[in-house]
Nanobody, 117 residues
């Protein structure tokens, strides 16, 4: 199983960014897909998840109304649209896949998002 993230970049506060994660060698529609992030010195935290049904779940309070998670099961991809980015959103963002009700089985390698002037 492979999860490959892309789309990380250096952006200024207030700008938008879209992360993508492509999964291979899994029955994608069975999996709840998620985005986590980790900043230096902090624990990895859940940003948002999306079930195989398309239901968004477990969205972090810090990103509600700014970030949107979506998926395209035909392309085995999950996306994270990040709007109104803040410096505190700076982190390595990881894609995850899990079978309900278990914890994530699979992780991507991460993509760096830096929000700075």
């Amino acid at each position: 199983v492979q999860l490959v993230e892309s789309g990380g970049a250096l952006v200024q506060p207030g700008e938008s960014l879209r992360l993508s994660c492509e999964a291979s060698e899994i029955t994608f529609r069975w999996y709840t897909m998620g985005w986590y992030r980790q900043s230096p010195g902090k624990e990895r935290e859940l940003v948002a998840e999306i079930a195989g049904t398309g239901e968004t779940k477990n969205v972090a309070d810090s990103v509600k109304d700014r970030f949107i998670i979506s998926r395209d099961d035909d392309k085995n991809k999950v996306f994270l649209q990040m709007n109104s980015l803040k410096p505190e959103d700076t982190a390595v963002y990881y894609c995850s896949a899990r079978l309900e009700p278990l914890k994530p089985n699979y992780w991507g390698q991460g993509t760096q998002v830096t929000v700075s002037l």
